[in-house]
């Protein structure tokens, strides 16, 4: 599988900032995925982020949100803008690797927003 | 749609006991199952997944489930439950076609104690 990073691993922002998450692979992946994890909650789809295209979002998520970049087989950043209390989650990048027909996740992104 | 329901939040079995997690699913295709483990402060580790071919799939740390069909299940069991099987562990299946997107049940924490 591959080994997927994260950064940062947790930040603590204010009201009205924005942060950019980036999620770097070690490999060449066709596809990556955001997810987001609300405090004990499970996890929910925000945006894939294929290479070469735009990223295509879910229901109830906005690019003016959350903007995303994927400008190469490697790396993605996730920008969360403009962020309120609501917007503290942890944020986990995953890919599909390959034929395997499997995503996996990186350590993900512990954000709390005061 | 697709669909993924984990019957109970909280789990909690004595360290040597069966482990039993269950998951149902709802899909009008044949699906992709996974179930995944979240250790506190970490990401989500693949703990195995069943997409074609023997419907009992073994996994990491002892872990297996059945995909049974008639009953839209894919319970996971591990015979004897250790302290550190204590987690989150997540169901998930997935949507195929377009951008192989998984949808993730709620969730079950699985206590264990001496």
């Known amino acids: 599988s591959a080994v997927i990073s994260q950064k940062p691993s947790r930040d603590i922002c204010q009201r009205g900032t924005s942060l950019t998450i980036q999620c770097q692979v070690d490999s060449q992946v066709t596809m990556m995925f955001w997810y987001r994890q609300q405090p004990g909650q499970s996890l929910t789809l925000i945006a894939t982020?294929?290479?070469?295209?735009?990223?295509?979002?879910e229901s109830g998520f906005v690019i003016d949100k959350f903007p995303i970049s994927r400008p190469n087989l490697t790396f993605s950043t996730l920008t969360v803008s403009n962020m309120s209390p609501e917007d503290s989650s942890i944020y986990l990048c995953s890919v599909e690797w390959g034929a395997s027909e499997t995503q996996y996740f990186g350590p993900g992104t512990r954000l709390l927003v005061l | 749609a697709q669909s993924v329901t984990q019957l109970g939040s909280h789990v909690s079995v004595s360290e040597g006991a069966l482990v039993l997690l269950r998951c149902n699913y709802s899909?009008?295709?044949?699906?992709?199952l996974f179930w995944y483990v979240q250790y506190p402060n970490q990401g989500l580790q693949l703990l195995l997944k069943y997409t074609t071919g023997a419907t009992l799939v073994k996994g990491i740390n002892g872990f297996e489930a059945e995909f049974k069909k008639s009953e839209t299940s894919f319970h996971l069991t591990k015979p004897s439950a250790h302290m550190s099987d204590a987690a989150e562990y997540f169901c998930?299946?997935?949507?195929?076609?377009?951008?192989?997107?998984?949808?993730f049940g709620a969730g079950t924490r699985l206590a264990v104690h001496p």
């Open positions: 982020a294929n290479q070469g295209s735009e990223a295509t979002y």
């Open positions: 899909s009008s295709v044949p699906p992709y």
């Open positions: 998930a299946v997935r949507v195929s076609g377009g951008y192989n997107k998984l949808i």
